[in-house]
């Protein structure tokens, strides 16, 4: 936990948060804060900033919040991608929310099962405390939007355009030989949106329908993988040529 | 299951291969093959092939393989790895081979708690068929070496120069500004040994003997992630940089 994330409903008008639960715990027996302490905290789709300790007990930690002026930007890569099984979307969510995603647009395809879209783990109330795990270790605030779609061409025909209003437009394909850091300019400042299918692959059907809406097919080499593998990759080489003109300049913040 | 892979021993002098288990059942239930069909096969550690069926029961099917005459390259990339926990660890054998390495050299470190050694996920009975597992997945026969060191600096000072005899040397650092697609030169002919840390990162004395032998830190920007995210997502962008002068050219096997 590299953040600690607030609500907004948790923070008083002085800065002030009681914290109780995991948060609490973390900070009492990982961090082992004493009352002076500084720690990163950031409220969900807010700035991030700095709380002080003021007091602690047994299982509560109070912190007073001094939060920063901006808002960070959403990231600029969004993510389409075809339901794995409730196992692996499970992991999933936290390493993509880590990733940095603007959205997540879960969709059906003709090689995912359909009794996928009953799992539990599509409950807002269940996939959403891992997204925000993700965030407090990535340190951000912005919580990705979630769609889910149950059926691909309506998705692709008549929703995406509202979804993902302009940017780059790219589908995972095992076959295709472009690799992402050749499809995407390093100068771009656009979005990306980078569909992921399932196990399997795309059907042919399925990617002649994301050509016919202007996706660009990239591949990864020779070596087919696991969804939930390509899906990690694919974000990290698409956040890697999206951000490397920067490199060489960009400070992290430590 | 891209490609089944074989031991040697399962061989006979013809290339007949009788399959029982786990194998049998994905060519039975999942591929539903039928007498004459043909399957991508591989030997470990030797060429991949085609077999085809001679004939099939409930629970067995029998193939006749013809291999190629070169073994694949190994990959040439290696992994040395911080110990993590094991339920992180039983999650990564499979997905370290899939993307390709040489060798996965496992280490202390002082972020790393020692009971994690005392892990059934250590024993080569409990990881080499998740190795396998992964080489299935992207199609490769190369298993890769595993060792395991309880002392970094040890390993660090003594064994490296053997187990990694020559080419480029990377640790993974959060605080590092050069990212692999800047560190890792295009032109790349030499191996490459990628240096991963354990939750909470490797710590001073432990950057500055890495320093000290060689190794140049790359980092992935200001989001922290967790080791086994880190550990995906970093391979693919060694592998990127060192294939992308092919990228235009390479034709993927499918």
Redesign the interface.
Known sequence: M?LIILEPSEVGDAGDVSLLGTRAAHLLNVLKVAPGHRVRVGIIDGPSGVGTVQSLSDAAVALRCAFEVSVPPRPRVDLLLALPRPKVMR?LW??IA???VGQIILTNAERVERNYFDAHVLAPERYRPLLVEGLQ????TRLPNVSIHRQLKVLVEDALDGLFQSGLRLVAD?????????VVPKSLEERVLLAVGPEGGWNTFEIDLFGAHGFQSV????????T??AC??????V??SM??RH??M?????
């Not at 270790?137 to 951000?140: E, I, L, M, N, P």
């Not at 591949?219 to 696991?226: A, E, K, N, Q, T």
């Open positions: 590299n992991r936290a390493q880590a990733l940095g270790q990535a340190r951000d095992p076959v295709a030989t472009r690799p992402v850091s050749v591949g990864m080499g020779p070596r087919p993988l696991r939930d593998t990690i990759a694919l974000l990290a080489l956040h890697d951000s490397s490199s060489l960009a400070k992290p913040i430590v």
